[in-house]
């Protein structure tokens, strides 16, 4: 089969993808630091362009109302750390971004794969964000969302 979807997805109750990534300080952080804890993993096509920009500083805005919901925010994207510590610093971003040059980890989410760009269908990210609950399984899956607005999309879907 030409062209077939060859993309894992998620669904709610799946054990979520374990991952070790440098983070933009070339420190490796895991799934297993969260255990514990609700935590959302966001996937990003590359840092410091328009969308993934607006959703970052989204993130970065509500951020502490995710955390006054026991929620931490991860983000990850193909970008080499250096360009991470960069967005990090052009946006004052408070959360830890990782580097997945590779796209292992998106490919185990099912954020890697064929998408549509301007009609075109491509190989790319797929801009998606999960919500890994406490006991490590998948409480919520977003695939293919838009960068404006989508952190008040995710946060009214929260219990």
Not at 96 to 117: Q, R
């Amino acid at each position: 089969m030409v062209g077939a979807m060859t993309e894992n997805r998620l669904n709610t109750g799946d054990t979520a993808p374990a991952f070790a990534l440098a983070d933009d300080a070339g420190n490796t952080v895991s799934l297993a630091d969260y255990a514990g804890q609700r935590v959302l993993v966001y996937f990003y096509p590359r840092a410091n362009t328009p969308g993934c920009t607006k959703e970052a500083c989204d993130f970065r805005d509500s951020l502490e109302q995710l955390n006054d919901l026991n929620i931490a925010v991860v983000g990850i994207s193909p970008d080499k750390p250096e360009a991470l510590a960069k967005f990090r610093a052009d946006h004052d971003l408070n959360f830890p971004l990782l580097s997945d040059p590779d796209k292992s980890v998106m490919t185990a989410y099912g954020a890697f794969g064929e998408k549509k760009n301007y009609g075109k269908v491509v190989q790319g990210v797929i801009r998606s964000t999960f919500l890994v609950e406490p006991d490590g399984t998948i409480g919520q899956t977003h695939y293919n969302v838009k960068a404006t607005g989508h952190v008040a999309r995710v946060m009214r879907g929260l219990s």
